[in-house]
């Protein structure tokens, strides 16, 4: 089982519509919980982090954590072909290395005009 | 803020020769610098951690010989590919980790492609 794991895709939404991107993760101590975007032939850029169960807003974007079901999500309202990418779901655990973060393999998303 | 910086941002060299690349955050003290890279339509690979004035951890599988590490100040890490062939030839990006954050979330600099020939 891998440590963080994201469905590949690609993901296709309507314009304007709801994008809802899932993550799991396997360390049930996990501390903290990222969510990156990564355009094509460029390097991440962080959204947002999340690191207590609930919610968590910024803009469009919504950030959703379950700790109990080991689940993260992120939520993209009013998606905009601006939001065409590859969203990489991150999570620090536990391990001795405290500050080095697992990341998934990346869910591709494509906004449809 | 949190910005971090790569240089150079592409760089095609001969097999056989041997590559720097550097990482600097421009505008916060990183606590640690990750050294990733990325083929084309895959996913990150973390290659190592450096930790300013110690020795970088590197992740199983990866040639300390060959993938040299440096971090000799809070703002500067630099990646050294040794021998380069085009096997090599990727995508490299570092991040780093404030010092004075709590979650511990990296920022990337905006990667270093690199060509074999």
């Known amino acids: 089982q891998k440590e963080v794991e994201q469905n590949s895709g690609p993901l296709s939404v309507p314009e304007g519509a709801i994008a809802s991107l899932n993550c799991t993760y396997s360390?049930?101590?996990?501390?903290?919980f990222f969510w990156y975007r990564q355009y094509s032939g460029k390097s991440p850029e962080l959204i947002m982090f999340i690191y207590s169960n609930g919610d968590k807003e910024d803009g469009r974007f919504t950030a959703q954590l379950n700790k109990a079901s080991q689940y993260v999500s992120l939520l993209i309202r009013d998606s905009q072909p601006s939001d065409s990418a590859t969203y990489l779901c991150a999570v620090r655990g536990q391990d001795s290395s405290a500050s080095k973060i697992i990341f998934g393999s990346g869910t591709r998303l494509s906004i449809r005009p | 803020g949190a910005v971090v910086s790569q240089h150079p941002s592409w760089v095609i060299c001969k097999s056989g020769t041997s590559v720097k690349i550097e990482c600097r955050s421009l505008?916060?003290?990183?606590?640690?610098m990750f050294w990733y890279r990325q083929f084309p339509k895959q996913s990150l690979m973390l290659m190592a951690t450096?930790?300013?004035?110690?020795?970088?951890?590197?992740e199983q599988g990866v040639e300390k010989d060959k993938f040299l590490i440096n971090h000799a100040s809070l703002t500067l890490s630099t990646l050294t590919v040794t021998s380069a062939h085009p096997e090599d030839s990727s995508f490299y990006i570092c991040?780093?980790?404030?010092?004075?954050?709590?979650?511990?979330?990296?920022?990337f600099g905006p990667g270093t492609r690199l060509t074999v020939l």
């Open positions: 450096s930790n300013e004035g110690s020795k970088a951890t590197y």
């Open positions: 991040s780093a980790t404030r010092a004075a954050s709590s979650y511990n979330e990296q920022f």
């Open positions: 360390d049930r101590g996990s501390q903290s």
């Open positions: 505008d916060f003290q990183a606590t640690t």
